[in-house]
């Protein structure tokens, strides 16, 4: 771990800003799924049994800059405190101000303040330097928990870190090595499976991976422009048509041996794209005219899980289908199954859909880890440093330099 994480500082008594990502499904104001609050309990229990004094931030939804009674984080606060044990947890209905910084110097050591969604405030998303210096005015040490937002420069993700000394949260820690450990050193053979919609959303993983990973393996709606480049009719499927060139690019590094590639054989197609489609199951080069691809066949699932065995590493991006229609969802679920069941591999999954359909089907804990990050996962795949980790301190650097 390159970045110095929230065990390196001295944190005893001191204010420090968590950010963190509570942007969390809501439903009528009642929140569907805390696994994002849960996922940052280990960095606010760490710093209360410090004696720190916890400032929690985070966005919700998209107010742009202007207060929305319906993004307030009250719903957040009220779940939060039902999940940190310690003590309560005060909400601030401001982020920055006089009001918020004398309720954050009243806290107690090891107390817990949420403040309000800082993208009420129009100088967050434009990481305005003044906006930044009036958050980080509320501490002495930045942490950053937030590995769903590292991607966007942020002040409350970037521009805080010029004004107070930064460092990973326990979560940011996790999700840099797990996704790090699978780009710089995985335990060989490595896979990639790749699927999602469209060659265009995965072209830069692809790339990236193709140089890295001893086999890749592609399902989803984007297999159908592979298909494409072989010379199959494809019917009806959603296909880029710029793409296939690079898909024929691809599958010619696969014939001269640089990279092992594995395409479905069957596939399930249907006439229409609804749930209660009529469906059936073709060979990828028997796709009828007037039909579409919804999901992998199963002897394709069958094949992948074969090919999947005996890997030491296997990192997952882009479901296999339509899952959302659960007609279609047989090949995402075949391949999280086959996750599941790798003894002694580890399983890295990241990409929002992907890790949505991994907990729904309830194989989370089964796999070594499912990333909280959507598209910052996915840009960490593509090879790029992430501007919320960059602004971390480095290991080396702070070494010698406690706040
Ligand atoms: P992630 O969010 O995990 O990175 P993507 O956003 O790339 O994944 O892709 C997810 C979407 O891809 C899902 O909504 C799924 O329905 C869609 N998808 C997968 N296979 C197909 C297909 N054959 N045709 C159309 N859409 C597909
Ligand atoms: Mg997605």
Request: proline share 5%.
């Amino acid at each position: 771990m390159p970045k110095m994480t929230v065990r390196d500082l001295d944190v005893r008594g001191r204010r420090v800003l968590v950010r963190v990502d509570y942007n969390v499904p809501m439903e009528d104001g009642r929140i569907t799924d805390d696994s994002r609050i849960r996922a940052t309990l280990p960095t606010i229990e760490y710093l209360q049994e410090q004696r720190a004094r916890v400032v929690l931030c985070t966005h919700f939804g998209r107010p742009n800059g202007k207060v929305d009674e319906d993004a307030r984080l009250a719903p957040i606060a009220q779940r939060l405190a039902r999940l940190v044990t310690r003590t309560g947890v005060v909400y601030i209905r401001e982020c920055i101000g006089p009001h918020a910084a004398a309720t954050v110097s009243a806290l107690p050591p090891g107390g817990v303040a949420l403040l309000e969604n800082v993208r009420f405030e129009p100088g967050e998303e434009k990481n305005d330097p003044e906006f930044a210096r009036a958050l980080a005015s509320l501490a002495d040490v930045y942490v950053n928990d937030a590995f769903g937002t590292a991607h966007r420069a942020h002040a409350s993700t970037v521009g805080v870190a010029d004004h107070v000394p930064a460092v990973a949260g326990l979560l940011m820690e996790r999700e840099l090595e797990m996704l790090g450990m699978v780009l710089d050193a995985p335990k060989r053979p490595l896979a990639a499976v790749l699927g999602g919609a469209k060659v265009s959303g995965k072209i830069a993983v692809l790339g990236n991976l193709l140089d890295k990973a001893d086999l890749i393996i592609i399902g989803g709606g984007m297999a159908a422009t592979f298909f494409k480049a072989m010379g199959h009719s494809v019917g009806d499927s959603l296909i880029e048509e710029e793409r296939v060139a690079y898909a024929a690019d691809v599958l010619a590094r696969a014939g001269a041996g640089s990279v092992d590639l594995a395409l479905p054989e069957d596939v399930v197609v249907a006439r229409e794209f609804k749930a209660d489609s009529e469906s059936r199951v073709v060979a990828v080069d028997r796709i009828p005219d007037g039909w579409r691809v919804m999901d992998i066949g199963p002897r394709t699932v069958a094949a992948f899980r074969e090919r999947l065995a005996s890997c030491g590493t296997v990192v997952w991006n882009g479901p296999m289908g339509v899952f959302e229609f659960s007609e279609f969802s047989n090949g995402t679920r075949g391949v999280a199954e086959t996750l599941a069941g790798l003894d002694g591999a580890v399983t890295v999954v990241g990409g929002g859909s992907t890790s949505e359909a991994v907990l729904s089907l309830g194989l989370a804990d089964r796999m070594t880890h499912v990333s909280t990050g959507g598209g910052a996962s996915l840009e960490f795949l593509e090879g790029h440093e992430l501007p919320g980790v960059a602004a971390l301190r480095d290991r080396e650097e702070g070494a010698a330099s406690n706040p």
